[in-house]
């Protein structure tokens, strides 16, 4: 059914406010129409209508323009919102913001109907007799926080599991996993691990710190880009601007390595259809070519890298004549490729899900930064890997910590990270101890022991309680900000939310979560505010923090995340702890309290300069930066780069300016440079691991080091520069554990970075692979590769649960199942799409969920474009949508896009949400057809290669 077009009376006005031309002013003056400027270009003719402007109010209230960030990707573009007796009327895209310079995709065009949703969660609910019934926030807190009491008394902390969100500010984010400690529990994730936890294991591991190393704006000065696993043209849609300025000013050269013809592969210089799963044979296949020409940069490797001789080793293996047998790229195509990146420096490599998603994700994008090692392209302005990231804040809530494996900043979860944290809160370190389970598991506390994986949390419910490395099964199940059609196995989910005692759905839309399962009791439905109704930081994909004014005061009965937080925390009985150096102000922790305490605390990555004060500087003067460097041109913030790209060094007072480029050091380190981090020792097996004749600008050491430490200040005659204060705190501690800041401001002051001057490793010797190898997928229909390039053998314990690998493989189901299935992005809509498929605006670009399948499958099979299939995956859950027959996609390869929710195995769910609460547009969830698969070392899902079968369905 067709979605009714809002009519012009309900059309947003806009009138200018002081910042030059309004939107709708500019939109006239471009000839364009006023409702078309979100989908310009994306709907077809019949689509397009003639808007007419509502009359502009000349009385009234004044309009107040309020400054936020987008709420979708993690670009960071600035919005103005036009405010009028407290109803946002209107938005303009940010001309004089840094990232997005006036441009916005259809999303971001959008974002004003998030603060006034029709189809928002108004008020707390609750699941009684298959009724949804509406609940005080007292009474909901009060049963929700005592079912949670008795499961921790009957099953212990572990067995309620906290899953927040990558929507969250900074300050909720960091909030959160402080909330989950002190419940105590390692039971906490979020979204990153499954979009991007391979890219944080995978480049952390290779040269310190696992984000993204330059910035989009920096993508200007490239020279040849790959893109790889990335389709920014429909996911990152003001990110492809970028990129395309790179073409137009450098001619730089662009090569799109993808399953499927994407829009972004239509930009693209050359294009190369990859077999889905093979991305390390394919760099492989690259390097091959780059070392049998002595194309790389011998000299950098030389100074910077270790074990580029052993991934020499396994690269001599991959003749292309082998690399087209397994990627089914030519060697004509390779050595093109391959030519274009060598002679075209610097060149940057881009990839997003497509090359995480997989069981070998950490291994691809190991392979990734090796090529730009290869190349000498990293520490480069126009080089170094651009690593776009999915959600609004995704890079800063896992900079925070909300993750089962480490506490805010990366720390771990040792006792020396714990004792840090728990200096930092000032709580005493035994309670926090007492708080968690005291059984030891396979000699493992706990409490320093890795919590259940947010992609493995359905396994925490179903699994036999004796083969998990915890007290009893997961039974509460907290879903804060998250969408579980995201994940996969969404067979098995339904039956893990049925096996709980408890649902809680914390989001301002109801979620797939809610709908899905027959339960009948047992859920509730608590209304979380969007970020347009809050305020704080958030932190783009390059690193840069920025600051969100609040736009308008809380609708319905929504509250924020962190007052929700306080009145749980209240109710269980730890808010004491949790406050103690935060001001509360009618119920709602103070942002700018909460801003400092991280700041206290954050040493490893640089989170300690940016305080609020800053930040908000720099929000209020987004028109002094430069566009391509992101560096303050005059003004107040001179000199500074935009949000203090992390690492910002020591404390706001010695006012870092942030650093733009990762282990850059043409910069000194106080203006921004970096070495690569000394992370992994000193050396190894007689081998040297530090950096040889290469340090950044003024280092005062003319070579490598190890972190600095009191013991390394001491031995380098440094100690004085510290202050008498300054001692007190440093004695005994290390750069990262220092609280006063001042062994990082001496080590600074000499010219170095205080973590150190080290080699990159190309092969890191603590994971599974070493170097790492092409592994076939566990659902491949290539049994000819399966016993060259095997999986793994199945482990007993990781992430606390054991993990198939060797016996899914062994298992031939290519002939009952001969189709090769991936999934992407839209660029209509966001994640689980909950949010964007109730927005009216985004629903009537895309209303169908659908299947890509090339013209040959369809036909041999026997439907036509348009028709309604079932699409099987190989362990039995199936979907039932549209298909669009399509050479975008191979033959034997078919596409589903992952944003659909509020359909299950055929059935319509649209009558189990709350009344008026159903999103505009519903659709399979294509991960009910998608598998079992597990990297081993992040545990990130597998959505991007298994098996399925399709056919047409019948009436």
């Given at each position: 059914?067709r ?102 995709c259809?999303k ?20 009684v ?30 067995s ?19 909330y989950?400690?002190l ?51 429909e ?24 399953p499927?013809?994407?829009r ?27 070392f ?6 011998k ?29 089914s ?8 490729a ?25 291994n ?16 480069v ?32 979860l ?40 947010v ?15 915890q ?33 809680v759905?914390i989001?301002?839309y109801?979620t ?11 859920i ?116 500074e ?11 706001a ?7 733009p ?26 081998e ?30 440094w ?56 592994r076939?997928?566990?659902?491949s ?42 999934s992407?992005?839209l ?53 039932l ?75």
């Amino acid at each position: 059914m067709r979605l009714t077009k809002k009519s012009d009376s309900c059309a947003a006005t806009s009138k200018t406010s002081g910042l030059g031309l309004s939107r709708r002013r500019f939109l006239q003056n471009s000839g364009i129409a006023a409702g078309g400027v979100a989908t310009v270009g994306m709907m077809a003719p019949g689509m397009m209508q003639q808007a007419k402007a509502a009359a502009v109010p000349t009385t009234g209230a004044p309009i107040e323009v309020k400054r936020t960030i987008c709420t979708h990707c993690s670009v960071g573009c600035g919005v103005y919102a036009e405010v009028q007796n407290g109803v946002w009327t209107g938005q303009e895209p940010a001309f004089d913001h840094p990232f997005n310079l006036g441009a916005h995709c259809a999303k971001g065009a959008a974002v004003r109907e998030h603060g006034h949703g029709d189809r928002r969660l108004k008020y707390p609910m609750k699941l009684v007799d298959g009724e949804w019934k509406k609940v005080t926030w007292a009474q909901a807190i009060d049963e929700v926080g005592d079912r949670m009491l008795k499961v921790r008394e009957e099953s212990g902390p572990d067995s309620v599991y906290w899953l927040g969100s990558a929507k969250f500010s900074n300050e909720q984010a960091y909030l959160f996993r402080k909330y989950a400690a002190l419940w105590g529990t390692n039971n906490v994730d979020h979204q990153a691990r499954i979009c991007h936890s391979t890219t944080v294991a995978g480049v952390a591991n290779t040269w310190g710190y696992g984000a993204m190393t330059n910035s989009f704006n920096d993508i200007h000065f490239s020279k040849s880009i790959l893109l790889i696993g990335s389709n920014p043209a429909e996911a990152h849609p003001v990110a492809m601007q970028h990129i395309l300025r790179a073409k137009e000013r450098n001619k730089a050269h662009i090569i799109c390595v993808d399953p499927r013809f994407t829009r972004t592969a239509a930009h693209a210089n050359e294009y190369i259809r990859i077999r889905p799963g093979s991305d390390v044979a394919f760099v492989w296949g690259l390097l091959w070519h780059i070392f049998e020409n002595g194309w790389e940069d011998k000299q950098f490797i030389q100074q910077r890298v270790y074990g580029m001789d052993e991934v020499r080793e396994e690269v001599s293996k991959w003749t292309p004549e082998e690399v087209e047998r397994v990627t089914s790229v030519t060697g004509e195509q390779m050595h093109r490729a391959a030519r274009e990146l060598a002679e075209n420096r610097p060149g940057t490599i881009i990839w997003c899900m497509g090359g995480t998603q997989h069981t070998t994700g950490n291994n691809n994008t190991r392979a990734y930064c090796i090529l730009m090692l290869a190349l000498g392209n990293m520490g480069v302005s126009g080089g170094g890997t651009n690593i776009f990231r999915g959600h609004d804040n995704v890079q800063g809530a896992t900079d925070l910590g909300v993750l089962s494996h480490t506490l805010p900043g990366y720390y771990g979860l040792s006792d020396g990270a714990w004792k840090h944290w728990a200096k930092v809160w000032d709580v005493d370190m035994e309670w926090i101890k007492n708080r968690f389970d005291q059984n030891v598991y396979r000699k493992l506390k706990p409490m320093n022991d890795k919590g259940i994986p947010v992609s493995r949390w359905i396994d925490g419910v179903l699994e036999d309680k004796d083969r998990i490395d915890q007290n009893d099964n997961l039974r509460v199940m907290v879903c804060w900000g998250h969408a579980v059609n995201s994940q996969t196995r969404g067979v098995e989910m339904k039956k893990a939310i049925e096996n709980l005692d408890t649902l809680v759905i914390i989001d301002p839309y109801p979620t797939h979560a809610a709908v899905m399962s027959d339960r009948k009791d047992g859920i509730y439905l608590l209304p979380a505010c969007t970020q347009f109704e809050t305020y704080g930081s958030v932190t783009a994909s390059n690193r840069s923090i920025q600051w969100r004014d609040q736009v308008i005061e809380p609708l319905f009965d929504s509250k924020p995340d962190h007052e929700i937080m306080n009145l749980l925390a209240t109710k269980l009985g730890f808010s004491e702890q949790l406050f103690k150096n935060i001001e509360v102000k009618n119920d709602q922790p103070v942002i700018e309290d909460i801003t400092r305490e991280f700041n206290k605390g954050m040493w490893t990555i640089g989170y300690t300069g940016q305080s609020p004060e800053r930040l908000k500087l720099h929000q209020k003067n987004w028109h002094t930066f430069n566009y391509d460097t992101l560096q303050g041109e005059g003004g107040p913030i001179s000199g500074e780069y935009y949000g203090m790209p992390w690492p910002c060094w020591g404390t706001a007072e010695q006012g870092h300016p942030g650093t733009p480029i990762l282990y850059d050091t043409s910069k000194t380190v106080a203006e921004g440079g970096l070495t690569f981090r000394a992370r992994f020792g000193v050396e190894r097996e007689g081998e040297n691991l530090l950096a040889e004749n290469s340090f950044s600008k003024d280092s005062d050491i003319k070579d490598g080091y190890p972190e600095f430490s009191d013991k390394l200040l001491k031995k380098l005659g440094w100690w004085d520069d510290l202050s008498a204060a300054e001692k007190v705190q440093a004695e005994g501690k290390n750069w990262k554990t220092d609280l006063s800041g001042g062994i990082q401001r001496v080590a600074i002051k000499h010219g170095c970075s205080p973590f150190g001057n080290a080699k990159a490793r190309a092969v890191v010797w603590t994971f599974p692979d070493k170097v790492p190898l092409h592994r076939e997928p566990l659902y491949s229909s290539r049994r000819d590769l399966v016993s060259k390039y095997p999986t793994w053998d199945d482990a007993e314990s990781i992430y606390r649960l054991p993990t198939l690998y060797k016996s899914i493989q062994d298992k031939d189901l290519s002939e009952k199942y001969p189709i090769t299935m991936t999934s992407g992005r839209l660029v209509e809509y966001e994640g689980g799409g909950e949010e964007t498929r109730s927005n009216p605006w985004l629903a009537e670009l895309q209303q169908e969920m659908f299947v890509e399948v090339n013209p040959v499958d369809a036909n041999n099979i026997g439907f036509r474009d348009g028709d309604d299939v079932w699409v099987e995956g190989a362990e039995g859950g199936k979907v039932l949508v549209k298909a669009l027959v399509t050479r975008r996609v191979a033959e034997g390869v078919v596409f589903m896009p992952f944003h659909f929710g509020g359909r299950f195995q055929g059935k319509n769910l649209t009558d189990k949400y709350p009344k008026g609460a159903a999103p505009y547009v519903t659709g399979e969830a294509a991960n009910t057809a998608f598998t079992y698969g597990y990297d081993p070392v992040t545990q990130m899902q597998e959505t991007k290669v298994t098996l399925c079968r399709i056919n047409k369905a019948t009436a």
